[in-house]
């Protein structure tokens, strides 16, 4: 493992993914899922996040994520989303693949952005998509049907379309930034060894060591907006 004193600069890469987990906006006031004051030590995601509770009780999942909408909706984009987004404009390729769905770092103007775990902005019901900002968000449409949040539940598949993006950007980067992911989750935890074996710079940031800290040559141990504004010390 390469000295954690010499983190590289940013700007000698030419494509680059950020591989984006809870732990990103947590400067932004946004709880994680794991770990103290996590999403799921306070729910139990049978009974909110899971298409099973949704057909038992849709009103009681659309109050836990109207919920959501109105905590994420009072958090801005911190000083990291804000520099994964100005190395969108500063270098060549820049991709940010994230399992987050609160959209901060669309809000911080990122472009290119594959939400792995869907949105908490967008809805569905059949065929149709909607996105929408309103808070709270009447689930019950006029025909009587329900929207459902269109977010990747526990026992959904993943979008197709999502992965094989991803997955497109993250084979051919030269460097992949893992950021403030517990790395527990799959198949999203395994997207980043595929930047490795193509054999891609790894770096990861994150407080603490992951199942898959050993696959990254260079650890950084500290927060999101520290570690990156080390890393894109030169983009201005
Ligand atoms: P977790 O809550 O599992 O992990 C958050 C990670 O962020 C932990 O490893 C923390 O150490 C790290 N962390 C905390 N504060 C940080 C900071 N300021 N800077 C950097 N890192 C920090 O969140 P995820 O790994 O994103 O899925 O969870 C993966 C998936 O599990 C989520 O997308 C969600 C959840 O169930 C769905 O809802 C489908």
Known sequence: MRDPDTVPDIRDFRRVVFFTGAGMSAESGVPTYRGQGGIWKQYDYASYACQDAFDADPAKVWDFHNYRRKLVAACEPNAGHGLIARCEEALPHVTVVTQNIDGLHQRAGSRTVHELHGSLWRVRCG?????????????????????????????DALRADVIQASVEAIERCDLLVSIGTSAVVYPAAQLPLLARRAGA??????????????????????TATDMLGRLCRNLD
């Open 127 to 155: 065929d149709e998509r909607l996105l929408s900002f309103d808070v709270p968000f009447e689930g019950r449409r006029a025909d009587g049907r329900w929207w459902r949040p269109d977010i990747v539940w526990f026992g």
């Open 201 to 222: 710079t790894m770096i990861e940031i994150n407080p603490d060591e992951t199942p898959v800290s050993d696959a990254y040559d260079l650890c950084l141990r500290g």
